[in-house]
């Protein structure tokens, strides 16, 4: 298992993606059991506070990452865009799609109250959102969504992890009028 655990460490070092076990299972010609338990071992080696870096499962996949108490030093050196780098209006905007997916810059721009023109370009310069196609309504408008970078960056398995909104300062009453316009004005496209 040791030297399983050794050619992963390799794939997860080399990758600039988060792997998936059966990926790195079909790379080193094993079972998926073997992978899991050789997962198991380097997940124990690199435990809190042996290293500076520690495994994460993030967006379907296993990933290398700097370990929270190291993040500060490593931002400090290298000037890596982190969550708390967004501007609130990034942030509010990411925050639309990851939870509306797939929209168009109009449904951003309604839920906002604002153009989301130029956030919806940083955003998409950043990875963070992507095209996903275009609306089956005239003038097809592009659909964005959130794709891997986004769960990588904030440390999410898929976006299911993503709290409810009901859990922020949100009413209950302000999610369902958000969700129902964005329903209203797909029909009224769609008509």
């Not at 109009?106 to 310069?125: F, P």
Request: with cysteine; net charge negative.
């Amino acid at each position: 298992m040791y030297a399983l655990a050794r050619r992963l460490e390799a794939l997860l070092f080399i990758s600039s993606r988060p792997l998936p076990p059966s990926e790195m299972a079909a790379a080193c010609g094993c079972a998926a059991t073997e992978v899991d338990e050789a997962l198991a071992a380097l997940r124990v080696e690199y435990a809190a506070e042996r290293h500076g870096i520690t495994l994460r499962d993030v967006a379907g996949g296993i990933t290398f990452a700097v370990a929270d108490d190291c993040a500060a030093d490593v931002r400090s050196l290298t000037g890596a865009e982190r969550p708390d780098d967004l501007t609130p209006a990034l942030l509010e905007t990411l925050a639309v799609v990851a939870y509306l997916q797939p929209v168009t810059r109009a449904d951003a721009a309604e839920v906002r109250g604002v153009s989301c023109e130029w956030a919806l370009s940083s955003l998409e310069e950043r990875g963070l959102v992507e095209q996903q196609g275009r609306a089956d309504t005239p003038g097809a408008p592009i659909l964005y969504g959130t794709g891997a970078r986004f769960l990588k960056l904030f440390g999410l398995r898929s976006l299911q992890e993503l709290p409810p909104l009901e859990e922020f300062s949100l009413q209950a009453a302000a999610v369902d009028e958000i969700r129902a316009r964005l329903f209203a004005n797909a029909e009224r496209r769609r008509a």
